[in-house]
């Protein structure tokens, strides 16, 4: 069974997200809008997931890593996230029972043995062009 099969995000917590988008956009080039910037590794398309990956900065103050003391999660692509949530309980990894289906896909949440919580993104097919 394929695990991961990309990196979807890293999250991190700033004391000025704004501040340091804006950093980030002058000295690295990169442009990232309110919430996220997001790359298109070629990988994805290839196997036909509407996917990306994320560079995000979240508030000093966000609760989305909770209940991870942690200043930093991780997001990792999956392709089927429901078998590998039942395998990973299985194996004795912890699994937060709850998950989530959105219009971006199925989110599932786990803890690495440092505490770090890692949220694992089966993101959708991608739609045929009409």
């Keep these: 069974m394929k695990r991961v099969i990309g990196l979807g995000g890293i999250f991190f917590k700033s004391k000025d997200p704004a501040a340091l988008r804006e950093w980030y956009r002058t000295h690295l080039g990169i ?11 070629k990988q994805l398309e290839e196997a036909n997931l509407d996917a990306y990956q994320v560079w995000s900065p979240f508030k000093e ?5 909770a209940p991870s003391e942690q200043s930093f999660m991780l997001n990792f692509i999956v392709e089927d996230l429901f078998a ?4 990973l309980r299985q194996e004795g990894v912890h699994v937060f029972e ?12 786990i803890f690495d043995p440092d505490g770090t919580k890692i949220e694992l993104w089966q993101p959708p097919l991608k739609q045929p062009p009409v």
């Design 84 to 87: 590998l949530l039942t395998e």
């Design 61 to 65: 103050s966000t609760t989305y890593f």
């Design 31 to 41: 442009a990232a809008e309110e919430w996220d910037t997001q790359f298109f590794p």
């Design 98 to 109: 709850k998950t989530e289906d959105t219009e971006f896909g199925k989110f599932g949440w």
